[in-house]
């Protein structure tokens, strides 16, 4: 009854920027932590950046300074703005959402998105 919707990603130069989309939608009451996640070919699929319903957030210190995220609540999509990217952020970019839907209040669901692929290449 939950989907996440990823967008944004393609094709970037090193050192350019790219920000990513996660919008959420279906039967949804509220959403608490969202986060992003990235799987490189080969790779465990590792947490890039996560923000709680409160606005904290927590970051890979691989991409602390150079990513932020961010959420706008009356929209239902969660953001990650990529600066200064490098060939080695190169993955599939995941969006990860804790849901509590309108049928049941008193439970907290992990919902994922399909991935969006961001390449940086020269």
């Known amino acids: 009854q939950v989907q996440l919707v990823e967008s944004g990603g393609g094709l970037v130069q090193p050192g350019g920027s790219l920000r990513l989309s996660c919008a959420a939608s279906?039967?949804?009451?509220?959403?608490?932590?969202m986060g992003w996640y990235r799987q490189a070919p080969g790779k465990l699929r590792e947490l890039v950046a996560s923000?709680?319903?409160?606005?904290?957030?927590n970051y890979a210190d691989s991409v602390k300074g150079r990513f932020t995220i961010s959420r706008d609540d009356a929209k239902r999509t969660a953001y990650l703005q990529m600066n200064a990217l490098k060939p080695e952020d190169t993955a599939v970019y995941y969006c990860?959402?804790?849901?509590?839907?309108?049928?049941?209040?008193?439970?907290?669901?992990?919902?994922w998105g399909l991935g969006t692929q961001v390449t940086v290449s020269s």
């Open positions: 279906g039967s949804i009451l509220t959403i608490n932590n």
């Open positions: 923000i709680t319903s409160g606005g904290s957030t």
């Open positions: 990860n959402a804790d849901v509590v839907t309108i049928f049941d209040p008193s439970f907290e669901g992990d919902y």
